[in-house]
Nanobody
Framework: QVQLVESGGGLVQAGGSLRLSCSAS????????MGWYRQVPGKQRELVAS???????YYENSVKGRFTVSRDNTKNTMTLQMNSLKPEDTAVYYC???????????????WGQGTQVSVSS
């Protein structure tokens, strides 16, 4: 089992920056891919960015060039640097980690509790 804890959300004005962190504990050796999802009320959770153990990254189109995902395997942490934030980035952001049996995004993987990011116009 892997436990994930997010931190770093908050309220920021449009154009500002926030940095989210995700700390993993437990069976961290089983993790290959980690990712950040976000969800707004009434919509499905969407993948924002992900990173493999070897550092290969993915970004959702709307955040390319503004968000940067990074990972420190020695500290079992993942961060999401969010710059040039827009009101449409407002959401609850969740940290997610895959496992050997289920891929990223599966309900049968580990999820953090979520952290609120609010961007005012």
């Amino acid at each position: 089992q892997v436990q994930l804890v997010e931190s770093g959300g908050g309220l920021v004005q449009a154009g500002g920056s926030l940095r989210l962190s995700c700390s993993a504990s437990g069976s961290v050796f089983s993790i290959n891919v980690m990712g950040w999802y976000r969800q707004v009320p009434g919509k499905q959770r969407e993948l924002v960015a992900s990173i493999t153990r070897t550092g290969r990254t993915y970004y959702e189109n709307s955040v390319k060039g503004r968000f940067t995902v990074s990972r420190d395997n020695t500290k079992n942490t993942m961060t999401l640097q969010m710059n040039s934030l827009k009101p449409e980035d407002t959401a609850v952001y969740y940290c997610n980690a895959d496992n050997p049996d289920y891929g990223l995004g599966s309900a049968l993987t580990s999820w953090g509790q979520g952290t609120q990011v609010s961007v005012s116009s």
